[in-house]
């Protein structure tokens, strides 16, 4: 049997950080993840914002960037847009190689000093007086792991939650996706991500089209609700219709699910700490997950380290997990469902009045409350929902303007 402090189930950036982090906190770690490759297959666009990598204290590294993103561009339904770059709004992004940064992140783990087992398939967790018992499926037959303290960072399935009784997600919770990474693709600029709203392209969802370079994109969407249309069928009719995929040919797909309904309801227990899509820990109104999930990971792993010198695995130690979680990402992931069913509740017709008054902004030269003025020019009951969603997404600075 092999014995350690803390068990990571799971090597995606959330897992890999936890096992970083408790590892640099004089742990010692075992990084376990069922697949052969780690990165692979992805599950994901790839985006991410800058200010992100700042929070976690990495360096953007050219290896596993695949282009640098400096604007978006929305499409609404009737096929006008609007497009804000970093000189309007100081946001910057990436699109990342997964498949080479993930690796990245679980050498950094093995660097902190986290041993690393591949191939290995967690099976079974059991509870014991030390805390819990792995049985597991390695390339080298069935071995045991026992930890004090377990973190689960297996997937927005977590089956090793589900086996705690901690249920992590449910159909109802997730937004199904369909992605093809594809090359020949003619977007306007490889520096730009593009979105695209509409009923018809996918129901209470988007598509997107995220550049990597030469001519190659992520194509995809996510689409919510009852729908007699599966993910795979809406992005096929997206790529058939859309002019920038008109030529352009798929060298791989990627279908799956994605959590968009906030944190679970426990992401942390006696001896047990969640992180990543396990945990919830997922944008709810685009679906983004790579930084929140991260952050989930060094927050875990931080807790993990501490509790460890503490001798105390308490869910009442380690419900500074959580605290420590909603202040690393502003407490977001738990107020933006509500935000997420707002935007999910345009119609396509709204989109299109949203996108046309968009375009009468100057987003260099606006103020906050200017941008009520515009909001105001909108239908009565367009106006009120996109007031309660500023209130939602921007409380302080609405406040500020309204009182």
């Not at 000093?113 to 819990?132: H, P």
């Not at 798929?250 to 001896?271: A, H, Q, R, S, T």
Request: glycine share 8%; with cysteine; hydrophobic share 40%.
């Amino acid at each position: 049997m092999l014995k350690t402090d803390v068990v990571v189930i799971g090597a995606g950036p959330a897992g890999s950080m936890a096992a970083k982090h408790a590892a640099l906190g004089g742990a010692d770690v075992v990084l376990i993840d069922k697949k052969s490759e780690i990165g692979t297959p992805k599950r994901c666009a790839e985006g991410v914002y800058d200010e992100g990598f700042k929070w976690l204290n990495i360096e953007p590294n050219e290896r596993w960037i695949a282009q640098r993103i400096y604007g978006a561009t929305l499409h609404s339904p009737d096929g006008n847009s609007f497009t804000v770059t970093s000189e309007d709004v100081p946001v910057q992004g990436f699109i990342l190689e997964r498949k080479v940064f993930d690796k990245h992140m679980a050498m950094d783990a093995a660097r902190a000093g986290a041993k690393i087992m591949i191939k290995t398939l967690v099976t079974d967790i059991k509870r014991n007086e030390n805390g819990f018992i792995l049985s597991c499926d390695s390339i080298e037959g069935t071995i045991e792991v026992e930890a004090k303290i377990a973190i689960c960072a297996d997937g927005p399935e977590s089956i090793m939650a589900k086996k705690l009784g901690i249920n992590s997600t449910t159909p109802q919770n997730m937004m199904s996706c369909a992605q093809f990474e594809m090359c020949n693709v003619d977007y306007n600029d490889d520096e730009k991500i593009e979105f695209y709203l509409g009923q018809d392209v996918a129901l209470k969802g988007y598509a997107w089209i995220f550049p990597k370079g030469n001519g190659v994109a992520n194509v995809g969407l996510g689409v919510t609700g009852n729908t007699d249309k599966t993910a795979y069928e809406y992005i096929m009719d997206f790529i058939e219709k859309c002019p920038a995929t008109k030529n352009a040919q798929p060298i791989e797909m990627n279908i799956g699910g994605d959590p968009i309904n906030g944190l679970i309801e426990k992401i942390y227990d006696d001896n047990l700490l969640i992180c990543g899509d396990a945990a919830g820990q997922v944008n709810p109104i685009e679906g983004g997950g790579i930084i929140e999930g991260m952050l989930g990971g060094m927050a875990a792993g931080d807790v993990a380290a501490k509790a460890i010198k503490e001798e105390n695995y308490s869910k009442e130690r380690l419900h500074e997990y959580y605290e420590k979680y909603s202040e690393l990402s502003f407490n977001l992931i738990e107020t933006l469902p509500a935000a997420r069913d707002i935007v999910y509740s345009f119609t396509d017709d709204e989109y299109n009045k949203i996108i046309s008054v968009a375009n009468t902004i100057d987003l260099k030269n606006i103020s906050k409350r200017d941008v009520l003025k515009v909001v105001f020019k909108l239908p009565p009951t367009l106006t009120t929902k996109l007031i309660k969603l500023l209130k939602i997404v921007f409380p302080k600075q609405m406040k500020s303007i309204l009182f």
